[in-house]
């Protein structure tokens, strides 16, 4: 009698087998939890299409964070929403702009305990929503840009960010940016570039809550990548590399598995996957007409993107998912 090989299912006969010979697993220090606030808000504000996330005020940002710190997280990803936007998005780099605002706050409430990352970019800032300063044609000028993000990232340093998170797809912008903090004396501060960030259709949720729309109903794909890219995305990494990235990100996550593999292979230093706003509201709204079950859908998606290669994953079930490991 010739039997079969049983190696397989033999490892899967239990919870504890299965666990002792899993290759992968989540822990609450891979998490990074995005947070938005908003100026002159009086309090959280739910965001429509993003369900159990928030635009806070600075009061109940705080209190999210004291809520993060106790499931464990380590690092927030902050965006700041202004009163007033202007062509340059001058509340990007003032010293009293909601973002630094916020940061303060946190830097002295929490010290290096939690980490304070900040997203660094225009378009929250600007009365035309593009990520960098406009030409008269309309069309974004990337070098007087360079000159705006290294002033936002000096703000964001002096008001206590850990981390900078330039997410523009301006080119050359990690090398502008270490250059200012450099010399303003934050040679310490890590740069997270947002280095193969593609032009995808799954922010439309966040572009909702950050008040965000493109003039003209414009677009980004003259400055973030083809989804059709595959090779670019590695050139942007290694360009990122060279002017000085600290950590590098792959944006969104899911729909780019192999962009996130691709990178684990090419570097030493840390890769972070973005699991977007888009993302996370699908599975919401296939679990609020009861279609999945979120939570196991939640787990499963984030195992997927550190199996693909990613140490730390920026999500918007972070909480959920800590509260699930504990
Ligand atoms: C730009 C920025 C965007 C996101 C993060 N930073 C939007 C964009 O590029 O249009 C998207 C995040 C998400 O969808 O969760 N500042």
Redesign the pocket.
């Known amino acids: 009698m010739d039997f079969p090989d049983r190696r397989l299912r033999r490892l899967r006969s239990s919870d504890a087998l299965r666990q002792l010979v899993a290759e992968y697993s989540l822990s609450v220090n891979d998490l990074i939890a ?1 947070l938005f606030v908003r100026e002159g808000a009086s309090g959280p504000v739910p965001i429509a299409t993003m369900p159990g996330q928030f635009q806070h005020s600075e009061d109940s940002l705080e209190a999210e964070c004291h809520r993060l710190k106790a499931l464990g997280l380590k690092a927030v990803l902050l ?1 700041g929403l202004p009163l007033t936007k202007d062509a340059v998005g001058s509340e990007a780099s003032n010293r009293d702009g909601v973002m630094q605002q916020a940061l303060r706050r946190l830097r002295n409430t929490f010290g290096d305990s939690l980490l304070l990352i900040s ?1 660094l ?4 800032y600007t009365n035309h929503g593009h ?1 960098g300063l406009l030409r008269p044609d309309g069309s974004v000028d990337n070098d007087s840009t360079l000159v705006r993000y290294g002033e936002v990232a000096v703000a964001q340093a002096n008001a206590g960010a850990h981390i900078v998170a330039p ?3 301006m080119d050359g912008q990690v090398r502008a940016i270490r250059q200012a903090l450099d010399a303003a004396h934050h040679e310490m501060t890590p740069i997270l570039a ?1 280095s193969a ?1 593609y ?2 259709a ?6 909702d ?2 008040d ?1 729309e ?1 003039v003209g109903g414009g677009n ?1 794909r003259a400055y ?1 990548q083809d989804p059709a890219n595959f090779r670019e995305a590695m050139a942007e990494i290694d360009l990122d590399l060279a002017e000085g990235a600290d950590l590098v990100m792959v ?2 996550a899911l729909t780019y598995l192999d962009v996130i593999a691709g990178a684990r292979a090419r570097t030493t230093v840390p890769i972070v996957a ?7 509201s699908m599975v919401k709204a296939a679990g609020e007409l009861g279609y999945l079950d979120v939570a196991a859908v939640a787990m499963e998606q984030t195992l997927a993107i550190k199996r693909a290669g990613a140490d730390l994953i ?1 999500t ?1 079930f972070a909480a959920d998912l800590a509260e699930a490991l504990q």
């Open positions: 995005p965006f997203d970019c225009l378009d929250e990520c997410s523009g797809m947002y960030k032009a995808s799954l922010y439309g949720p966040f572009r809550a950050v965000v493109i980004r973030q944006k969104p973005y699991h977007v706003s888009g993302e996370y920026c918007y």
